[in-house]
Every structure is written in structure tokens, then in C-alpha cells.
């Protein structure tokens, strides 16, 4: 879905690699996030990071982000729900909230995907992946990827 929202880190850049302490085995520390130009009827946000070199591996999920924020600070804390009513999910870790790159070997890709939807989303707190995609299904506006990297030496 092409369209103008853009997501950002200041932490790394597109492809770039994402900071050691972002690893799971590093800090666990969710980078930082900025999004800007989302589309006219954005109700909420949703972020799915997914390995793509791992089958997909989730590594967060959130949603019922604000419509009115712009960003994720650093160092999201892994609870159920955020006091601004952003909910988190399960990761492919079993825990509630971020759970950083760890690949078993070699360099491995991480893709945030920032979806603008036109709802609010009645799902609960600790759902997973294909809750949230069935959830989102008919309600995304426009979506933007950032990608980054990660080594097993890092």
C-alpha cells in the first residue's frame, strides 16, 4: 500500500544495522521509532516486527497505538498496556512486548511495519500475530516499513 506515511528510526538507518543493545541477549531495548504523514481517518496504529530470515519470527506486536502519536520512545516496557492505551501482544519469545533481534548465526533482516488503521481494535492485550492480522483485515489506510539489520556477532 504506497502512499506518503514514513517510518523512521534514530537509532539506525533503513537496511542499516539496529544498535547491540536493541538484542535480545544485548539489553532487549525496543529502538526508538518516528512516523510522520499518516493518512486523513487514522483512528489508530499497529506495529508488527517480524525476522523474514526466520520464517517470520515475531518479535513485537502492538496496537491501539494513538492516532495522535508520532513515535515510540525508546525502551517500551513490556506490559499488557501502555497508560496511552497501547496494547502489546505475544512474541515468538512467549513474552508480552518487545523481544529484540537474536539470530541463531549470520546477519538477519528485522522489518517494522507501521499499519494506519481506520478503528480502534477490540483485541486483547497478549493476542498474537494472526489475531492482530485477522483484526486489521479491511482496516489498514496505508502502511510503511522500516528494515533493518542484525548480526549474531553483534
Known amino acids: 500500500m504506497g502512499g506518503n506515511m514514513n517510518l523512521r528510526s534514530p537509532a539506525f538507518d533503513e537496511g542499516g544495522p539496529i544498535p547491540a543493545v536493541c538484542g535480545y541477549k544485548k539489553g532487549n531495548v525496543s529502538p526508538p521509532l518516528r512516523w510522520s504523514l499518516s493518512p ?17 519470527w515475531v518479535h513485537w506486536i502492538a496496537w491501539n497505538i494513538p492516532f495522535s502519536a508520532s513515535e515510540l520512545k525508546e525502551g517500551v516496557p513490556p506490559t499488557p498496556q501502555l497508560p496511552d492505551g497501547t496494547r502489546q501482544g505475544l512474541n515468538d519469545f512467549g513474552k ?31 493476542s498474537e500475530r494472526y489475531d492482530l492480522m485477522k483484526a486489521v483485515d479491511g482496516h489498514v489506510l496505508e502502511e510503511t516499513r522500516l528494515t533493518g539489520t542484525f548480526s549474531a556477532n553483534s
Do not use: K, Q
Request: proline fraction near 12%; aromatic fraction near 8%; charged fraction near 20%.
Open 96 to 126: 508480552i512486548g518487545y523481544g529484540g533481534p537474536c539470530p541463531p548465526s549470520g546477519v538477519h533482516r528485522y522489518t517494522f511495519r507501521l499499519m494506519a488503521l481506520d478503528t480502534i481494535l477490540d483485541l486483547p492485550p497478549g
Open 40 to 56: 486523513a481517518g487514522t483512528r489508530s496504529f499497529a506495529l508488527l516486527v517480524e525476522d523474514p530470515d526466520a520464517r517470520g
